[in-house]
């Protein structure tokens, strides 16, 4: 159910764009909006235009380690360019509205379906392609997202033990892995689509690392048994993988560690603590039941 604050932005953005109310286009009373999952706190809209469909993205919150709209939208649209992500249509950073092109056959994957054998090739081809995007961008570092995602948190024993394990790994993640491609970042399954080809959304956290990084981030996020090793190899193909699955293993557990401390972090400023809290609960449950390295 679309409450009537949501539906005024979206109609709002939907005419910022001239899609709606503008000379050719049709009127705001005939676009049927429906909403969609996926995220923690932003708000998706299906806008249904007679024939033609949108995906509006609406946020509410600043996301902490996020892009600026402007930069996530020329991103997006250099995937979109390489066949790998819906087309951008408007991006408004004061209004925090993302508008992209609707992929009527696609579907987000499920973290069982990412990690099936059959889809292991699938994503190794869909890292390759996105890690050919050679566009300038913030290089990832984990130890500033260390420092940032631990500020301010009070935390008990176990988060105090968790903290140094992040730390530890970030240091020893920035010494191994020089950057040089751009990586999606935030490789949960409802982040990726099938439409008889796998595509990406929500390209905020994209950085330039090393491809270890996404690797890592498939596996971690989507509880792959062996650490994303399959995956590695598929990437990779016929040349030696750079790493060896101890060392994938360690940036798993970096990945995890991240996504764990985002979430506490997240949490402090939003409107609803509640998915953050879920979110961060999942994750210390999957940081429990494996091991360090």
């Given at each position: 159910m679309i409450d009537a604050q949501l539906r005024e932005r979206v109609l709002r953005a939907l005419r910022d764009a001239a899609l709606v109310d503008a000379a050719g286009a049709p009127p705001s009373s005939a676009v049927d909006l429906t909403l969609l999952g996926g995220g923690l706190s932003r708000r998706s809209v299906l806008a249904g235009l007679g024939a033609r469909r949108f995906v509006v993205r609406v946020s509410d919150e600043t996301r902490i380690g996020a892009l600026e709209l402007p930069v996530e939208a020329a991103v997006t649209d250099e995937a979109a360019a390489l066949g790998i992500a819906p087309r951008v249509v408007a991006a408004n950073a004061r209004e925090g509205v993302l508008i992209t092109e609707y992929l009527a056959r696609a579907r987000p994957l499920t973290a069982e379906a990412l990690a099936a054998p059959e889809n292991i090739v699938r994503i190794a081809r869909l890292l390759r392609r996105l890690h050919q995007i050679r566009r300038p961008l913030r290089e990832f570092a984990p130890e500033a997202f260390a420092a940032e995602y631990t500020r301010g948190l009070v935390l008990g024993p176990d988060d105090?033990?968790?903290?140094?394990?992040?730390?530890e790994l970030a240091r020893d993640y920035a010494v191994r892995y020089p950057s040089h491609v751009l990586c999606h970042n935030d490789l949960i399954a409802s982040?990726?689509?099938?439409?008889?080809?796998?595509?990406?959304?929500?390209?905020?956290?994209?950085?330039?690392?090393?491809?270890?990084?996404d690797i890592a981030g498939v596996a971690a996020l989507n509880h792959f048994d062996d650490d994303g090793w399959q995956l590695a190899n598929a990437y990779y193909g016929a040349s030696p993988v750079p790493f060896t699955q101890r060392e994938l293993r360690r940036v798993v557990r970096l990945v995890r560690l991240i996504a764990y401390f985002w979430a506490l972090s997240s949490s402090l400023g939003a409107k609803d603590r509640g998915p953050y809290a879920a979110f961060a609960e999942r994750a210390a449950a999957a940081l429990d039941q494996t091991k360090r390295s």
């Open positions: 105090r033990r968790r903290a140094a394990e992040l730390r982040n990726v689509l099938d439409d008889g080809e796998l595509k990406l959304i929500d390209f905020e956290y994209a950085v330039t690392a090393a491809p270890v990084l």
